[in-house]
Structure formats: C-alpha cells, structure tokens
C-alpha cells in the first residue's frame, strides 16, 4: 500500500508520534493531506524546524546520476556568496540560475549588471534570470526556455530562504493547478523529494533546502528571522563614518571605522531594521563576538543571511556581531 504523504513537506503521514515529521492526528489522518506542522505554516503562522540533516552532497549524486534532468538553482539576491559559487559548481547537469528577491534590491542595480557579476564570479554560464514570483516577473519567460530546451525533468534547489517553494506555488498557480508546497522562512521546510507532474512533457521536483551553517538562521530566534527579511524594495541607508564611530543594527551588529579617514557605508538590508551611528565611547554591543576585516578596495561586507554593506573606499573595521561565521567580503556587486 502506497503511504500518504504531505503535500507540504513531502514527509509520510503518520500518527503515532507528534514529535516526529508527517505527524497528523488519527480522527483526521484519512481526509489530511498536509502534516500538523505544515498546516499550522499555512495556516496560522506557527513555525518549527524539522530535526532532520539534509544530506546536500546526497542530492547532488542523485541528481546529477539523473541524466534526463536539469537544475534549476534559486540564489537569493541578497546574499551571493562563496558557499553559493561552491553548490552551484557540484551541479554536472544544465543548469539554470535563477536569481530570486530582485524586487527587494533598489532599482538602480540593473539586472544586466546583476547577471553579469554572477556569470564573473559565480558561474560562467549564458542560463542566468532574474525573477519574482511576487511580481510575476520573467517567469513564463523562464518557462518557455525550459520548453524549448526540451527538459523532461527539472529540480528546483538551493539554500534555505532562496524562494524555492514560493517559485514552485506560482508555477503551479499560473498552470491553474493547485499550490501543494508549504513556504516559509525556516530551515528544513521541505522534508523530501515533492515531484509534480506539471505537464505531458515537463515534471518539476522540489528539493530539501540545502543548509548554509554560516547563515543567520543558525544563531538567532526564527519569529526574529522572519522580521529581518524584507518583503518589499530596500531603502538603503546610508552613512559617512568617520573614524572612532560606529554603525549598529538592531542587536545583532555593530561595525566600528578603525581607519583614520571616513569611509561610506551603505546597508542591502531590511530599512526596518533599527539604524544608529555612535560615537565608539557607547558601548553598545561591544560584548558581541569581535572581528577585524580589511579591504582594499569597493568591496561588499557581506551579513549571510540579512544582506550586505557596500564600502566604497580601501579601509579597516571592527565587527560585532553574534557570530563572526555570517562575515565575508566579496568585489562588490553595484
């Protein structure tokens, strides 16, 4: 006998463990086509994390053992990284790279110089798109591509908070099919493989997020992480600091000017997040772990999992920060 699984997560319904994934109530279990976990997502807001590891190179092996597959590999726009380069490039099938949150960046970086920086430092390939399932925006464009490449099968990866659901639920939404896969902004959403038959033609399979263990989901509350990330285009702040003041955000961040001329700091994060220029003689945060960064040039501080801090000039900076494993530094992308 075939067992039911979620909708949602992908994970077996069962009902006699509430502490395991795929738990479902036995009065409900016949006509349950989510999990108490899911459906509490959708439904009321409610978030947990599966207590699963995810087994990235696993899903890689397979996929790329798969040989009438294709990759579509979902980078958030705000957090282009080295761990991305790096799963990106395990990939052997064709591959397509499909940069997500565009909406939320400002205006003014165009999409040309988006994918021209991720083609110089990412992955040298001419299948790069910005989207937005928010928007609706190249979507069917992506779609048409797909077709006319012929993919039979296409799986939907990348980390956590990358849009992959989101995408999916629109994909399936414009298809006049009904949205199956739960989203949200937590580790671990999608439990297994969730493969929809989209078309005679065309199978898409979601895929478990992979885990970047550098992001800021690993070290802070997830009802705060859902408050971090923007739902609509950034106003970037930002500010001339000179030497002996700092930058701190909320109680997550200070970023101290050690160098002895001002530099520009403009923050790619929430605006709503909190803002304050100090004086150094304020202590604030100074308990939070310590770092010190240097670069050389324009270059971009980036926050894993909040966003980045573009440095227009050459300069040297003190970070504090709740864990210093969510700082690296890049060229930078504007």
């Known amino acids: ?69 294709s990759v579509a590999f979902l980078v958030d726009a705000l957090n282009i990284n080295e761990n991305t380069k790096k799963y990106i490039n395990k990939f052997k099938n064709r591959k397509y790279i499909l940069v997500t949150k565009k909406d939320v960046l400002p ?36 779609l048409k591509r797909i077709e006319k490449d012929n993919v039979r099968r296409l799986y939907i990866v990348g980390f956590t908070n990358s849009g992959k659901s989101t995408f999916i639920n629109h994909i399936l939404t414009s298809q006049l099919k009904k949205p199956v896969i739960t989203t949200s902004s937590v580790p671990n959403t999608t439990a297994s493989y969730i493969a929809i038959k989209l078309n005679s033609k065309l199978t898409i399979v979601d895929t478990p997020g992979f885990i970047d263990e550098k992001a800021i989901y690993n070290f802070v509350d997830y009802n705060k992480i859902i408050k971090y990330y923007p739902k609509k285009e950034i106003k970037v702040k930002t500010f001339q600091v000179k030497s002996g003041y700092s930058v701190v955000i909320n109680d997550i961040l200070r970023i101290e000017n050690l160098s002895d001329k001002s530099n520009s700091l403009s923050f790619y994060m929430n605006d709503r997040l909190r803002y304050e220029k100090l004086n150094n003689k304020n202590s604030k945060l100074k308990y939070l772990n310590k770092m010190e960064i240097e670069v050389e040039e324009e270059s ?25 494993k969510l700082v690296s530094v890049r060229k930078s992308m504007i």
């Open 300 to 324: 971009d501080i980036l926050i894993n999992g909040l966003g980045f801090i573009r440095v227009t000039k050459p300069g040297k900076f003190e970070i504090n920060i709740i864990d210093t």
């Open 1 to 69: 006998m075939n067992k039911k699984k979620c909708l949602g997560c992908g994970s077996v319904l069962q009902s006699d463990n509430a502490s395991k994934d795929g738990f479902v109530k036995l009065s409900i279990y016949d006509k349950a086509e989510y999990c108490e976990r899911c459906f509490k997502i959708m439904h009321y807001g409610e978030y947990s994390v599966l207590d699963k590891k995810i087994d990235a190179d696993g899903i890689i092996r397979n996929i790329n053992s798969d040989n009438i597959s």
């Open 107 to 142: 205006k003014s970086i165009k999409e040309k110089k988006l994918i021209e920086y991720i083609r110089n430092n990412v992955c040298d390939t001419e299948n790069i798109m910005c989207i937005s399932s928010v928007k609706n925006y190249n979507i069917d464009n992506f």
